[in-house]
């Protein structure tokens, strides 16, 4: 089996050389097993025994490499499950003198190749799993292998909550180091603009503790992804937190105007910083047509008349919205997420505003390439989302990678799409790619000033330039990352690497 040995004369020299092994076809590079027979068993001897290795054919393996996106799936050598920050800058120390490619997975929703997968040595941070609330500091220490379910449910009944995902699923450790876009960002900002510190192992491997008075690590972790160590714990804000109002909606097309009417309505008129909107346009896999959904948030027991009334007079086909804890609101829409398995892909697009011309285009949008990509595989689907949010949203944080200008609200429109069969993804990847483009030609054709607006980078397509993303700021992450990462130790890993 991969990796199981212990480094032979014949290990060392092909990991030298790469020389193949005759295991027969997998979905890695045959030069994979090889190539990090010797790290695995490296990494094994230098860790404590807070930390473990695991090969290919144990269960543990077999979860680590798990990712909500067929996608984003590759085979290592082995996987490491680090228990301490000290071990995981002696694994990053390992990995750095043997360049041996890793990866680092949170939560394993980025859908995107080798973003958090790779053939070599896979670290997974299952096991950063703290929640500590300090209730003098209002703060929440968070550890990186989470996921926000886990978060949501052990702040439960503390009267505390925090600025994170929308959706079940996905990890703390990539929505924070991409930007955060949260059912409470109109309230207070992105999920960046919340963090108070991060734990970082920096690519050398020691340990340090980044906040703002690291002026430009505080810069540069905030949107700056995977490219300047690894994280292990989040310190972030607390915020007082009641019962909320909130619950998704669907609707058949036929309500189209009523719909639209709606969004655009919501997006001119609502200054409620405390309501939150997901209005999507969604084919679902096996449905014969699109449809319109909603998902209506407001963080008090009630919306104020006015709020979403035009969005509740209209007939639904399933769902509704309720009174509860923020918990039990994200965990109702655990059955509207697919579970891990399919290949899926995102597309962000950022616009400045939601016009009924624009977002006719992206029903329309919906509808063409649901249409066409349902014949092609017959479990494909697609769900379109604008995303509004108070104008005001990227006023609450100092400068970050991600928004590069802060001066100007960009709204990160999400296309997504899931299939089946592996043969499609050229065919799928150029489909998005022609939709992207076709909605951002509509936006700058009705007078959007959208040249040079950043994409969001945690919905950004892996061959999506980086100057679309980091903008004016390019340079200058570019220097920080020089500096503190000299060898490119983190290139080693898969991503948008800068
Ligand atoms: C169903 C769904 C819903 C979503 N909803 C939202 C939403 O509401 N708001 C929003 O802003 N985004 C949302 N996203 C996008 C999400 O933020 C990205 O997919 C993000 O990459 C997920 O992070 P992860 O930890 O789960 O992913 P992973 O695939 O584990 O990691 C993503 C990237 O972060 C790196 N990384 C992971 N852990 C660490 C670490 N400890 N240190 C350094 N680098 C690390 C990985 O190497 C990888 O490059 C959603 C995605 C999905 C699939
Ligand atoms: C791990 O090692 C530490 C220190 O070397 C020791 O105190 C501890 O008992 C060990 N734990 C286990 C589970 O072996
Ligand atoms: C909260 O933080 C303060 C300041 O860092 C510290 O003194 C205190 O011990 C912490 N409390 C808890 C419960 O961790
Ligand atoms: C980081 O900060 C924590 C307290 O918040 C402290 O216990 C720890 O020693 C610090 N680590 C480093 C490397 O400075
Ligand atoms: C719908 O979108 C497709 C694909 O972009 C385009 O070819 C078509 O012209 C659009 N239809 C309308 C009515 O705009």
């Known amino acids: 089996m991969l990796g199981m040995k212990a480094p032979s004369v014949a290990g060392i020299i092909g990991f030298l050389v790469a020389t193949a092994r005759a295991d027969g076809p997998t979905e890695q590079s045959i030069f994979g097993d090889i190539n990090s027979l010797f790290p695995c068993e490296a990494v094994a001897k230098v860790i404590s025994n807070a930390s473990t290795v695991y090969y ?35 694994i990053l120390r390992i990995l750095a003198s043997s360049r041996t490619p890793f990866a680092v997975k949170g939560g394993g929703h980025n859908t995107n190749p080798g973003f958090s997968s790779t053939e070599g040595v896979h670290i997974s941070m299952s096991r950063f799993n703290d929640v500590i609330v300090n209730s003098s500091e209002g703060t929440v220490d968070i550890g990186a292998g989470l996921i926000w379910d886990d978060v949501y449910a052990a702040l439960d009944g ?29 309230q207070y ?25 690291n002026k430009d690590l505080w810069f540069a ?19 007082p937190e009641t019962e909320v109002w909130a619950g998704m909606l669907i609707m058949s097309m036929e309500h189209v105007r009523e719909f639209n009417a709606a969004v655009v309505k919501y997006c001119a008129e609502v200054t409620d910083k405390k309501a939150a909107l997901a209005p999507v346009y969604t084919r679902p896999s ?35 919205a309720q009174t509860g804890s923020f918990l039990s609101f994200i965990m109702s829409m655990v059955a509207a997420v697919p579970p891990p398995g399919g290949r899926r892909s995102y597309s962000g697009i950022p616009v400045l505003q939601y016009s009924a011309s624009l977002i006719e285009v992206v029903r329309n949008e919906t509808v063409f390439w649901g249409d066409r990509l349902t014949k092609l595989d017959p479990t494909f689907s697609v769900t379109n989302a604008l995303e ?3 104008p005001t949203m990227f006023s609450y944080g100092a400068p970050s990678a991600y928004p590069p200008d802060r ?12 299939w089946t069969d592996p043969s499609l993804d050229p065919v799928v990847h150029d489909a998005i790619w022609q939709s992207t483009k076709a909605i951002e030609a509509a936006a700058l054709a009705e007078g959007q000033e959208l040249v040079g607006a950043a994409t969001y980078p945690n919905y950004a397509l892996h061959d999506k330039p980086l100057e679309g993303i980091y903008g004016k700021e390019l340079a200058r992450l570019k220097s920080i990352k020089r500096r503190y990462d000299p060898q490119n130790v983190m290139g080693l890993a898969g991503g948008f690497k800068l």
């Open 158 to 186: 503390t009267g505390v909550n925090v600025v994170g995902g929308r959706i079940p699923g996905v990890g703390v450790a990539g929505f924070m180091l991409g930007g955060g876009f949260s059912w409470k960002t109109s």
């Open 407 to 418: 001066s100007r609200p960009l709204y990160p429109t999400n296309l997504f799409y899931s």
């Open 286 to 320: 096996g449905s014969p047509a699109t449809m319109l959904g909603a998902v209506l948030f407001y963080d008090g027991p009630s919306p104020p008349a006015g709020v979403f009334d035009e969005f509740l007079a209209i007939p639904t086909i399933a769902g509704g």
């Open 221 to 239: 972790l905030r949107g700056g992804l995977n490219n300047f160590g690894i994280v292990t714990k989040f310190t972030l804000k607390t915020y």
């Open 56 to 90: 290919p054919g144990s269960s543990e393996y077999t979860a680590d490499v798990l990712h909500w996106s067929s996608t984003n799936v590759i085979h290592p050598a082995c996987s490491v499950e680090p228990g301490t920050p000290e071990d995981v800058g002696a």
């Open 388 to 390: 509004p949010f108070d």
């Open 189 to 213: 900002g992105l999920g960046i603009d919340t963090v108070k510190a991060f734990e970082l192992v920096l690519p050398d491997g020691t340990i340090t503790n980044v906040t703002e008075a």
